[in-house]
């Protein structure tokens, strides 16, 4: 059965503090994985992967993936308030075009 | 504003009720998503559009629930004689053909069902 499994599932950082998120996957044939952070309403885009090793950045936050180890992490540096949210992991498969698996996602509450 | 545009934003019904959403894609997207997402959980994938074919449907979409997209561009989901347990936030999502470079989906704000 295909399945993204996120962890932490949830955690509370300071402002200024720099976090990893996990992502990991069991989905047959892989096509892409993608992060979104969710803020009380509709997820939105941060970052698609399709290759190993090829680090995407955003501002503060990055994200890379390995598909020998079928993970991928983001990383949030230097924490905002405006970074609490839920971060959602989700992958594509290259058989069923349309549908994203998602994973249970992070919630992240950085405090002041 | 360009984005997808979901409505109505909430809905309240009674139990055995029917309703129907609305999903408006971002323009130039062919294929169309609903997802439906509950508390503390991922979205979970429930069918999809490429242009006005539904190509896909997951084992979560029973009988009671219904989508079209008649002309390509909008779509609807109907939930026929609803059950406390359809309440969530149904989330619609379009993206450009898979392929290009740039083939991400786009959520709306999602039309949050609570069935009484």
């Known amino acids: 059965e295909d399945k993204v499994v996120q962890s932490p599932l949830s955690l509370v950082v300071h402002e200024g503090d720099t976090v990893t998120l996990n992502c990991s996957y069991e989905?047959?044939?892989?096509?892409?994985l993608l992060w979104y952070k969710q803020e009380k309403k509709a997820p939105t885009f941060l970052f698609m992967l399709?290759?190993?090793?090829i680090e995407k950045k955003s501002g503060r936050l990055s994200s890379i993936l390995d598909k020998k180890e079928l993970f991928s992490i983001l990383n949030i540096t230097a924490t905002q308030t405006g970074d609490s949210a839920v971060y959602l992991c989700?992958?594509?498969?290259?058989?069923?075009?349309?549908?994203?698996?998602f994973g249970r996602g992070t919630q992240l509450t950085v405090w002041p | 504003d360009t984005g997808v545009s979901q409505d109505p934003r909430h809905k309240i019904t009674k139990r055995g009720q029917n309703v129907t959403f609305r999903c408006d894609p971002i323009?130039?997207?062919?294929?169309l998503y609903w997802y439906r997402q509950t508390l503390g959980q991922g979205p979970e994938f429930l069918t999809y559009?490429?242009?006005?074919?539904?190509?896909?449907k997951s084992r979560l979409l029973s009988d009671r629930f219904s989508a079209e997209r008649p002309k390509g561009s909008f779509s609807t989901l109907e939930i026929q004689r609803t059950e406390q347990g359809d309440s969530a936030m149904y989330l619609c999502?379009?993206?450009?053909?898979?392929?290009?470079?740039?083939?991400?989906?786009?959520f709306g704000q999602g039309t949050r069902l609570t069935v009484v």
């Open positions: 399709t290759s190993s090793g």
């Open positions: 999502a379009s993206s450009l053909p898979i392929g290009g470079p740039n083939t991400e989906a786009f």
């Open positions: 989905v047959t044939n892989f096509r892409s």
């Open positions: 989700a992958v594509g498969r290259g058989s069923t075009l349309g549908r994203l698996y």
């Open positions: 559009f490429q242009n006005e074919a539904q190509l896909e």
């Open positions: 323009s130039e997207h062919n294929r």
